[in-house]
Structure formats: structure tokens, C-alpha cells
């Protein structure tokens, strides 16, 4: 499956933003997906993901509140609602694919990936 992620740009602290990672093929429900980001010398960490039907959701603690993880299937589409945005927010935003709902938190056990979206929060 091939990933696009789009929907980064620059805003204000305490603002919102969503991102959306759009699939390509017929099979996009049975991937869990999740979201990861990156912020300049710092390892990539996992801030959501979502079951195949989107009945489960996780969040890392950081965002939990203030970021929510929906997808469409008919779509074939995951969204990254941010509200409440921080300067500490700022990183890549990566979307990713997997199989599996085991370690879901992990980046390892994801096998796609898109390309990232810059999300620059400003102070």
C-alpha cells in the first residue's frame, strides 16, 4: 500500500490543524494505521493509531485530549485532527501501515510508510 500524507503548514500555538493520509489499493480496512512524528535531533515517536474499523484508538500521553485519529474507509483515508497545538508539537508527521494490532505504539513493526508532513507550531 502506498501512503500520502498532506496537511502540514504553519500556525499559532493553540490553534488546530488535520492532517489526512490518503491509501492507494482495495485493502485499506484491514490495516491498523497510525501516526508518528519527528522533531529536529530527536527519534521518531508514535502519537496515534487506529484499529482496522476504527473502534480502538490509542494515543500517546503527550496528546491525548487534544489530538483525535478517525479514518474513512470508504475513503481509504486517515485523519490527525490537532487542536490545542503547542511549539513542542512541531515535527515531521508521518503515517504509517500495519498488519497487526500487537505493539502498535512501536515504529519497527509498521510496514509502510508515508512521506511526511512538516507541522511547524509557532510561539
Known amino acids: 500500500v502506498q501512503l500520502q500524507a498532506s496537511g502540514g503548514g504553519l500556525v499559532q500555538a493553540g490553534g488546530s490543524l488535520r492532517l489526512s493520509c490518503a491509501a492507494s489499493?482495495?485493502?485499506?480496512?484491514?490495516?491498523?494505521m497510525g501516526w508518528f512524528r519527528q522533531a529536529p535531533g530527536k527519534e521518531r515517536e508514535f502519537v496515534a493509531a487506529?484499529?482496522?474499523?476504527?473502534?480502538?484508538?490509542y494515543y500517546a500521553d503527550s496528546v491525548k485530549g487534544r489530538f483525535t485519529a478517525p479514518r474513512d474507509n470508504a475513503k481509504n483515508t486517515v485523519y490527525l485532527q490537532m487542536n490545542s497545538l503547542k511549539p513542542e508539537d512541531t515535527a515531521v508527521y508521518y503515517c504509517?501501515?500495519?498488519?497487526?494490532?500487537?505493539?502498535?505504539?512501536?515504529?519497527?513493526?509498521?510496514?509502510?510508510w508515508g512521506q511526511g508532513t512538516q507541522v511547524t507550531v509557532s510561539s
Open positions: 487506529i484499529s482496522w474499523s476504527g473502534g480502538t484508538t
Open positions: 489499493g482495495r485493502t485499506f480496512s484491514s490495516y491498523v
Open positions: 504509517a501501515a500495519r498488519k497487526t494490532i500487537v505493539e502498535v505504539t512501536t515504529a519497527p513493526g509498521y510496514d509502510y
